[in-house]
């Protein structure tokens, strides 16, 4: 079993609904989350960063953490075109990833 | 700052050939690492290393050498090119976890690599 688990999609959705990307992990050691974007034929970067359990907002972004079900999740609010990417979880003191969820928001 | 810089950008190699994919970072970092993408799969771990000198293997090392001799520089070897090495590979520097860093990787933008 990898140590995080990621639905690679693809996801696609109309502009402006609320979009949920989801990831678990195997070690309860982990303790930042980051949530990283990739635009087509670009590398990877940092989108945010959570730690340990709850919420972080930013802007149409937020990041939550559930420890107890090991459960990360991703959401954005008001999808544009422009989120268009692959977006990938990793926990920061491991260098693996999830799959990375391919999404497309379709004007 | 340039960040992280990879070349070549794109390679085409014949089976059994041999090549290096190059890899610099300027912000001085102690983490360096490579991995490579291919559809559906994400981005595997091929090897790391936590400070020159140091280097370890991740997911899918084989076929694959590195080594670590400053902190800048962390090239890619490729002994002896095969078609499932057709791949996107991609080099990511940080200053790892802990000490208040977040441990976030900085990325190149990609070599493209087809094997033939």
């Known amino acids: 079993q990898k140590e995080v688990e990621q639905d690679p999609g693809p996801l696609s959705v109309p502009e402006g609904a609320i979009v949920s990307l989801n990831c678990t992990y195997s070690?309860?050691?982990?303790?930042?989350f980051m949530w990283y974007r990739q635009y087509s034929r670009k590398g990877p970067e940092l989108l945010m960063y959570?730690?340990?359990?709850g919420n972080k907002e930013d802007g149409r972004f937020t990041a939550q953490v559930d420890k107890s079900s090991k459960y990360i999740s991703l959401f954005i609010r008001d999808s544009q075109p422009s989120d268009s990417a692959t977006y990938l979880c990793?926990?920061?003191?491991?260098?693996?990833f999830g799959a990375g969820t391919r999404l497309t928001v379709k004007p | 700052n340039a960040g992280v810089t990879q070349t070549p950008k794109f390679q085409v190699l014949k089976t059994g050939q041999s090549m290096t994919l190059q890899c610099a970072q300027d912000?001085?970092?102690?983490?360096m690492s490579w991995y490579r993408q291919d559809p559906g799969m994400g981005l595997r771990l091929i090897h790391y290393?936590?400070?020159?000198?140091?280097?370890d293997q991740g997911e899918v090392p084989n076929g694959y050498n590195v080594s670590r001799s400053t902190t800048e520089d962390f090239p890619l070897r490729l002994l002896s090119a095969a078609p499932s090495q057709t791949s996107v590979y991609f080099c990511?520097?940080?200053?790892?976890?802990?000490?208040?860093?977040?441990?976030?990787?900085?990325f190149g933008e990609g070599s493209r690599l087809t094997v033939l």
């Open positions: 990511a520097s940080s200053r790892g976890p802990g000490g208040g860093s977040t441990g976030e990787l900085f």
């Open positions: 070690n309860s050691a982990f303790q930042y």
């Open positions: 959570t730690y340990s359990s």
């Open positions: 990793a926990p920061n003191n491991d260098m693996r």
């Open positions: 912000m001085n970092h102690e983490y």
């Open positions: 290393s936590v400070g020159a000198g140091i280097t």
